[in-house]
C-alpha cells in the first residue's frame, strides 16, 4: 500500500527552526511531485508548498517565502521541509501529500491523491 | 491571487439527505478544481479531481460538475461516514489554495 510518513513535528520557541521529514514507501517517489500542506488548530487547510520530481520547480505560499525551504532526496524516497524563523502562527499539522497528474481530454490535471497522516508543530515560549 | 469560497461553510443534514456543496472562484479557473474529504484527527482524502473525475474507491454517491467560477460537491444519499467537512482546492496554477471548508453535521 503506498504510503507517506511525516516526521520531525515538536515543540519550538518563536524564532526558531525545525526539519520536516516525510517517508514515502511503496511508490515510485522519484516519478511524483510533492507538497506540504499544514492546519492550524480548528482551522482550514493552507497549502504551503510544492517540489517537482526532480526538484526543477518549488513554489512556497506567501506566508512562507524565505523562511521555509523544500527540498527531497529521491535516493532515499524522502521530503524535507526547513522551516526557519517560526512564529506562532506556524503552529500547525503539517501534511506531505503526493501530486498526481493525468491527462483529460487534452488538458493535463494535478491533484494530491496521498496524504501523510500529518506531524504537529507547535511554535510557543 | 485567486480567491475561494465555499457555501454554506455549515450545513445540517440527515442520512439519506442529497447534500449540495457550492466552492467559487474569483477569477476562472476552467475545471482545475478538486474536491476533498477530512474527518477530524485525521488527513484529507481526494474524492474528485478536474471538477468531476471521480477518485478511484470513492463511492458513486459523490458527484463534482461545474466549470470557470461555479462548482459543486453532490453528495446523493448521505450516509454515516459522510459527516465531515469538505474542502475545494484550485489546481489550475500556484499557489495551490483551498477553500475555507463546508463542515457536514448531524441534523
Known amino acids: 500500500e503506498v504510503h507517506l510518513v511525516e516526521s520531525g513535528g515538536g515543540l519550538v520557541q518563536p524564532g526558531g527552526s525545525l526539519r520536516l521529514s516525510c517517508a514515502a514507501s511503496e511508490f515510485i517517489f522519484r516519478s511524483y511531485s510533492m507538497n506540504w500542506v499544514r492546519q492550524a488548530p480548528g482551522k482550514g487547510l493552507e497549502w504551503i508548498s510544492y517540489i517537482s520530481s526532480t526538484s526543477n520547480t518549488i513554489k512556497y505560499a506567501d506566508s512562507v517565502e524565505g523562511r521555509f525551504t523544500i527540498s527531497r532526496d529521491n535516493a532515499k524516497n524522502s521530503l524535507y521541509l526547513q522551516m526557519n524563523s517560526l512564529r506562532g502562527e506556524d503552529t500547525a499539522v503539517y501534511y506531505c501529500?503526493?501530486?498526481?497528474?493525468?491527462?483529460?481530454?487534452?488538458?493535463?490535471?494535478?491533484?494530491?491523491?496521498?496524504w501523510g497522516k500529518g506531524t504537529t508543530v507547535t511554535v510557543s515560549s | 491571487d485567486i480567491q475561494l469560497t465555499q457555501s454554506p461553510s455549515l450545513l445540517s443534514a440527515s442520512v439519506g439527505d442529497r447534500v449540495t456543496i457550492t466552492c467559487r472562484a474569483s477569477?476562472?479557473?476552467?475545471?482545475?478544481l478538486g474536491w476533498y474529504q477530512q474527518k477530524p484527527g485525521k488527513a484529507p482524502k481526494l474524492l474528485i479531481y478536474a471538477a468531476s473525475t471521480l477518485q478511484s474507491g470513492v463511492p458513486s454517491r459523490f458527484s463534482g460538475s461545474g466549470s470557470g467560477t461555479e462548482f459543486t460537491l453532490i453528495i446523493s444519499s448521505l450516509q454515516p461516514e459522510d459527516f465531515a467537512t469538505y474542502y475545494c482546492q484550485r489546481l489550475n496554477s500556484f499557489p495551490f489554495t483551498f477553500g475555507p471548508g463546508t463542515k457536514v453535521h448531524v441534523k
Open positions: 501529500a503526493r501530486v498526481r497528474g493525468d491527462y483529460i481530454l487534452g488538458s493535463y490535471y494535478y491533484y494530491m491523491d496521498v
Open positions: 477569477p476562472d479557473i476552467r475545471n482545475y
